[in-house]
């Protein structure tokens, strides 16, 4: 899949044709009295992929999932599903199903009623045995296939996950939403879930539809990742191009940790540009055809970052600057240490566990020199 970068509102913000996709916001806008949630969204959703919506609080993601759903109207704008405007079809007959944040499971039903819930309202009637069947495949889908006659309140929480997951796909709709379904999970049942999920997404070769705010949930179970900031669509791509290009400070920024610096482009060519940093070290860095001379932003990811002691050479082509370290804390797989260069600010590095066994580690306080490969750090586009 290609990488995709912002382009000006109301531009076509990715490259999916009409005939893959499966759901299409077209200039997409929807205001709250004077406040304006979602900005001309452009966005195709390809068929059978996992796209998630990613971006902090109130940066639109909730409000375009929600007009997806049919639970709001587009203030301007249109919302296609398979192709047929749908901004004045109802929830309940779009062939979307949605799992919320605290599931909304009816605590007097069992699972198998809960789960069979949607199949009882259709009309014409479904016979009972047919019902039965349905919920029955649905249960074993999420590995519940002996909890039907179960109490809500008996399950726990990834149970009752997986109860409105089966609910959800019970209907066999082309999309399925989910609104941070795992927001209340602990960090370990969490990344059980994610990939159950990811697992059940593949076996059912649906659209699913993901919204969060945390990018380490969006990295690891997408397809494809849209960012969302105030209200727009600031970058769409797989996971490794947002977090290796980022568009801008925004996206780099949110996406993964990044040390932003400030300098001076001084030239470039074949895809690398020499720039000044804030201190007067010259880096090549990566850089975009339309990048021209002048001060620029540069993202450079912790762990492409190297320490060394002052008096230690350097690998060919390497540039280095000096800098104070002020934390060091130890997480395992990793040391992250944060340090203090003059002229340039705050710096966090990222060194694995074998390399910090190697080279002894460093204390606080220390004077170390930092120290980057050619082309590992990136000059990214201006921001509106």
């Not at 531009?11 to 806008?29: I, R």
């Not at 198998?112 to 949607?118: I, K, L």
């Amino acid at each position: 899949m290609t990488e995709q970068h912002a382009t000006a509102p109301g531009a076509p913000s990715d490259s999916v044709t009409s005939a893959d996709a499966v759901a299409e916001f077209v200039n997409a806008s929807k205001r709250f009295g004077s406040v304006l949630a979602a900005d001309r969204i452009n966005l195709r959703i390809r068929r059978g992929e996992f796209l998630s919506f990613l971006g902090p609080s109130g940066c639109g993601k909730t409000t375009a999932l929600r007009m997806l759903a049919g639970f709001e109207s587009p203030s301007d704008g249109e919302v296609m599903i398979d192709g047929q405007a749908a901004s004045n079809t109802p929830a309940h007959r779009r062939p979307v199903n949605m799992v919320f944040q605290h599931y909304a499971l009816f605590p007097h039903m069992t699972v198998a009623q809960n789960v069979g819930y949607g199949l009882r309202q259709r009309r014409p009637r479904l016979p009972k045995s047919e019902i039965a069947a349905k919920v029955a495949k649905a249960l074993a889908k999420v590995r519940l296939d002996d909890f039907g006659p179960r109490r809500i309140w008996e399950m726990s929480g990834g149970q009752q996950q997986r109860v409105a997951l089966a609910r959800a796909i019970v209907n066999e709709p082309k999309i399925l939403l989910l609104d941070e379904p795992m927001a209340a999970l602990d960090a370990k049942l969490r990344g059980e879930m994610q990939r159950e999920l990811l697992d059940l997404q593949r076996s059912l070769g649906i659209t699913f539809v993901l919204v969060t705010h945390d990018q380490e949930e969006a990295l690891s179970m997408s397809d494809r990742i849209c960012i969302m900031g105030k209200g727009r669509i600031a970058q769409v791509g797989t996971p490794q191009d947002l977090y290796d290009r980022p568009a801008n400070r925004y996206v780099a920024d949110f996406v993964g940790k990044a040390n932003i610096l400030t300098g001076m482009l001084l030239s470039q060519q074949d895809g690398l540009a020499q720039v000044a940093l804030a201190d007067g070290t010259r880096v090549l860095v990566r850089a975009e055809a339309s990048a021209v001379p002048g001060p620029v932003d540069l993202a450079v990811r912790p762990e492409v970052l190297n320490l060394a002691r002052p008096d230690a050479p350097l690998p060919e082509g390497s540039r280095a600057l000096a800098a104070r370290i002020t934390h060091r804390t130890f997480l395992g797989d990793h040391t992250e240490y944060l340090l203090q260069a003059d002229a340039i600010g705050a710096l966090q590095v990222n060194v694995p566990r074998q390399a910090e066994r190697a080279m002894g580690g460093h204390d606080v306080g220390t004077i170390v020199h930092v120290h980057w490969a050619t082309g590992s750090g990136l000059v990214l586009a201006a921001q509106d």
